[in-house]
Nanobody, 111 residues
Framework: QVQLVESGGGTVKAGGSLTLSCTRD????????MAWYRQIPGDQRELVAA???????RYFDSVKGRFITTRDDANMTSFLHMNDHRPEDTNTYFC?????WGQGTQVTVSA
């Protein structure tokens, strides 16, 4: 089992930037992806960004060109660098690794 700890949320003005981080307490060699999700209606979560150990990434369409995910495996941490925030980015963001969720961190974008 793994534990994830997120940090970095807060309130930001539209057009501003925030960076979220997610640190895990262990690594499983057969688990390659670290991902970020956010809440959607119906108690579902949608994928925002994911990064593999080889550095390949994928993004939800609405964040492409604005959000960048990176990882520092030496420190067992992934990051979500969020730029050019829009009000619709307001949400709770969750990291995911090995089918485990972080505690969630709130991002609020003000006009």
């Amino acid at each position: 089992q793994v534990q994830l700890v997120e940090s970095g949320g807060g309130t930001v003005k539209a057009g501003g930037s925030l960076t979220l981080s997610c640190t895990r307490d262990r690594t499983f060699s057969d688990i390659t992806a670290m991902a970020w999700y956010r809440q959607i209606p119906g108690d579902q979560r949608e994928l925002v960004a994911a990064i593999q150990t080889d550095g390949s990434t994928r993004y939800f369409d609405s964040v492409k060109g604005r959000f960048i995910t990176t990882r520092d495996d030496a420190n067992m941490t992934s990051f979500l660098h969020m730029n050019d925030h829009r009000p619709e980015d307001t949400n709770t963001y969750f990291c995911n690794y090995c089918n485990t969720w972080g505690q969630g961190t709130q991002v609020t974008v003000s006009a």
